[in-house]
């Protein structure tokens, strides 16, 4: 399914994003005020300005039935309108930017906030975890009695991948290498570095053909931004960016297999309609940065390829490390948005930036993409 | 960081989950040893696990028939680290094409040494002929097939 979205320009005024770390000592709800609080004050605005607040978050990790009841008081929902996603970051964006756009409201904040009710002391053990909310995410009767999971679906993906024999284990290790030594001196790291392809290929393998260091990086933590509509944003202080197209789209079942054959096909779809909405002719020259949500190596081609961008000089992949770097799961999309939005005030104030972001609950199976064209102004 | 403060929460639920009409069917072919199938009247397709409607044609399927136990192993992957609750790793899971089907059927796959993880692919080459192995206790559920391991 491709969800169509006709943003129309709307700006984003308030950006921010909580510490990103292996496990926080805090209530959800916590992290949801935190992350709306400072990006309100980002653009000088109070809870009274907001129109529609949109949260993403889903009740298994979170350890709560309707943990939106927690949290909606914290996305500066408390008697306005708000509703909650189980869904990736990157969707809420799109809710409420669509809000602004259809002028229903002026103001609108999406958030994500990712920190499951789970106390580990490695990665290894903060993966057992979420890999069995992922198999409780299966479709029960086939899928989840043998063992499906989202990592066992990157592992096939992956097989499949190397099958072709146009991919190598050695080019993923250079890649996830390259990627973890830059997120590294970012400012939201989730592993440290620099790593190089040798300490990869050394990394345990976790499943087949993947090894550790391959993997998203996992940590926690809750993002938020704050939409305006353009007469609005023209009378805030904050951030000077504007969303000027949105697409999203959903995969299919585990038995049609396209997860596994052609797993960029969903981003490929909202791609599509995110460039038609911002009036992208050719992406590979008119973009200067892309943020993409590879969960693998093995799918960082695919992607790329179906957002036409693979012709994208590779430090403009990803220059905050993707997941390789941190991974904060369902806060992911509104923390791909931040990082564009960072580098093109930094790089380029007037330039345009892609937002890439899936769900990861069930691997590529019925994964639900969101892409984003974001401009400077 | 010091070791934050928790509280132990247990979920404790018992679902029934309705297989319908079509999916009860096939689980209790399975119980009887049959794998059954069936298929699109406009596209053809065949669909295992069966489907109650062609999602692409939009159509209820029809026509159905019993699909030998045995297929290609179009991918399977080793699972080094498993899930809390899960499987006690190493073990495969993989994608079977059913001789006659159109679709994947997930499912464990036996029959491969664990002991280099360097070499375990090679071990099942892409397309290899895999058997469903049936557990000799079935009760009309996908794990009534116990495994799928190498066809020889």
């Not at chain 1, 001196?185 to 990394?203: F, I, N, W």
């Not at chain 2, 375990?120 to 469903?132: E, K, M």
Request: glycine share 10%; net charge negative.
């Amino acid at each position: 399914m491709t969800n169509r979205v006709r943003p129309g320009p709307v700006h984003v005024v308030g950006l921010s994003c909580t510490p990103l770390l292996a496990e926080q000592d805090a209530v959800l709800d916590e992290l949801v005020f935190d992350a709306v609080s400072a990006a309100l004050s980002e653009c000088a605005l109070r809870k009274s300005d907001v129109g529609l607040s949109v949260l993403a978050s889903m009740d298994v990790p979170d350890g709560r039935s309707i943990s939106s009841g927690l949290t909606t008081a914290a996305a500066a929902g408390y008697l306005s309108d708000s509703y909650r996603l189980e869904a990736d970051s990157g969707s809420a964006v799109a809710a409420a930017a669509q809000a602004v756009a259809a002028g229903d409201v002026e103001i609108a904040i999406a958030v994500g906030v990712h920190n499951p009710e789970h106390h580990a002391e490695d990665d290894a053990g903060r993966r057992r975890f979420l890999e069995q909310l992922s198999n409780l995410a299966f479709e029960p009767a086939f899928d989840r009695p043998v063992g499906m999971t989202a990592q066992t679906v990157y592992g096939m993906q992956a097989a499949h991948a190397l099958h072709s024999g146009e991919v190598s284990l050695d080019d993923w290790a250079e890649l996830s290498a390259a990627a973890i030594t830059r997120g590294a001196t970012g400012r939201r790291p989730g592993r440290s570095g620099p790593v190089t392809a040798a300490d990869v290929l050394a990394s345990a393998p976790v499943v087949s053909p993947l090894l550790d260091l391959m993997l998203p990086a996992p940590v926690t933590g809750a993002a938020a931004v704050v939409l305006a509509s353009p007469a609005r944003a023209a009378r805030l202080l904050g951030r000077s960016a504007v969303l000027t197209g949105i697409g999203q789209a959903t995969g299919d079942h585990t038995w049609t297999g396209d997860w596994l054959t052609r797993p960029g096909a969903t981003t490929a779809r909202a791609a599509a309609d995110a460039y038609q909405n911002a009036e992208l002719v050719d992406p590979g020259a008119e973009v200067a940065v892309v943020e993409l949500s590879a969960p693998t190596p093995a799918l960082h081609g695919p992607y790329l390829a179906a957002l036409q961008l693979q012709g994208l000089a590779p430090e403009r992949v990803s220059p905050s490390g993707g997941l390789a770097s941190a991974h904060a799961g369902l806060a992911n999309g509104i923390i791909r948005l931040l990082e564009a939005v960072e580098w093109l005030e930094q790089h380029q104030p007037r330039g345009r930036a892609v937002v890439h972001s899936v769900d990861t609950i069930t691997g590529t199976v019925s994964e639900e993409s969101t892409v984003v064209v974001v401009e400077g102004i | 960081m010091s070791s934050p403060l928790t509280q132990t929460v247990h979920w404790d639920l018992t679902y029934d989950v309705h297989l319908g009409s079509t999916w009860g069917r096939f689980m209790q072919g399975l119980r009887e040893q049959k794998i059954l199938a069936n298929s699109c009247p406009e596209c053809s397709r065949t669909f295992v696990p069966p489907q109650a409607y062609c999602e692409s044609c939009f159509v209820r399927t029809e026509q159905w028939t019993e699909l030998p136990a045995e297929g290609d192993l179009e991918v399977f992957t080793v699972v080094w680290q498993g899930f809390t609750g899960g499987p006690k790793p190493p073990y495969a899971v993989g994608g079977i094409r059913l001789a006659g089907a159109d679709t994947l059927l997930m499912h464990v796959v036996t029959g491969l040494d664990f002991s280099d993880p360097s070499t375990v692919r090679d071990q099942l080459p892409h397309g290899s002929r895999v058997r469903a192995v049936w557990a000799e206790d079935r009760t009309g559920q996908i794990l009534d097939i116990s495994h799928f391991e190498p066809a020889g």
